[in-house]
């Protein structure tokens, strides 16, 4: 039987738990930390010749990372540029003989007007005068050939023109440079493999500044602001607290993934945000488990 003390003490007892608990209580959010990755990918086939970054190393932007066998774009460059110097001499034969022929033209014009003149004035017989004009038409018909094939000429230079450019852009990307200043997560090539377009070589994070995302409830979403400073503390670092600043926040509520602990929390509706956390000193690492504090501003 329990006496009158105990019986009130049991009777008050959930009381004094939810006093305590507040009515303000906020349970942290938890995730785990992410970074920015750059996937470097060839954009052409090819043998890689030579991998420059190691596993793990760091990388500047701009840094040279795999070397690819260009040789045989060398070759189909040598040949453009051959072709283009072929059509280059022919382009100045083909003005020289073009200023020949308008000479030639204006040599005639003249002829042509004298004939004429004279065989108006029965001076010069009409055979005469067909003559000379048989002359002027295929002077005409020559300088027009030679205009042509000017054209043509300086079409096929343009072509060939864009043609190497084509080969030149892809010497460019025989060389995968670092897009991004960070570190090597993942070696995906060694020497002497053959890459095809879009395979990914090597993939770079950038671990000066990590990334948590979390989901709030309806209830918390008011408390935080894209800027807003919020303190987020890191497992690893054994309690240390950690400023976190948001830089994003989801527009649209969503149910909360099903990595969820429990079948209610999985049906409730949250939004996602993200925050980002400076690490210079590079102790924090991808994957670490950490939790905002909400309680804690």
Request: net charge negative; glycine share 8%; hydrophobic share 40%.
């Amino acid at each position: 039987m329990f006496s009158s003390k105990q019986f009130f003490l049991a009777a008050c007892l959930p009381l004094l738990l939810i006093g305590c608990s507040g009515g303000n209580h906020r349970t942290n959010s938890s995730g785990t930390l992410e970074a920015t990755e750059t996937d470097v990918a060839s954009t052409l086939p090819g043998r890689v010749v030579e991998v420059r970054a190691a596993l793990g190393a760091s990388v500047a932007a701009g840094d040279t990372l795999v070397v690819l066998d260009t040789e045989l774009l060398r070759l189909q460059r040598a040949q453009a540029e051959a072709s283009r110097g072929s059509i280059l001499a022919q382009r100045r034969v083909t003005a020289e003989s073009l200023a020949q022929a308008e000479r030639n033209l204006e040599f005639l014009k003249t002829t042509l007007e004298r004939t004429q003149t004279l065989t108006a004035q029965g001076s010069a017989m009409q055979s005469q005068l067909d003559e000379v004009q048989a002359k002027y038409d295929l002077a005409v018909i020559q300088r027009t050939a030679a205009q042509r094939q000017l054209e043509v000429l300086s079409a096929e230079e343009t072509k060939l023109d864009a043609a190497l450019a084509v080969v030149d852009r892809q010497l460019q990307e025989g060389v995968l440079i670092a897009p991004t200043a960070g570190e090597i997560l993942l070696r995906a090539v060694e020497p002497g493999e053959v890459v095809q377009p879009g395979q990914a070589c090597l993939k770079i994070g950038d671990l000066a500044r990590m990334e948590l995302k979390v989901y709030l409830s309806e209830t918390d979403i008011d408390l935080v602001k894209v800027g807003g400073k919020l303190p987020v503390l890191v497992d690893a670092l054994n309690g240390e607290s950690l400023e976190g600043v948001v830089s994003w926040i989801s527009s649209e509520a969503e149910f909360t993934p099903k990595n969820a602990q429990t079948r209610d929390a999985r049906t409730q509706l949250v939004y996602a945000i993200k925050l980002r956390i400076p690490n210079p000193d590079g102790r924090l690492h991808i994957g670490m488990p950490a939790e905002l504090e909400l309680g804690k501003r």
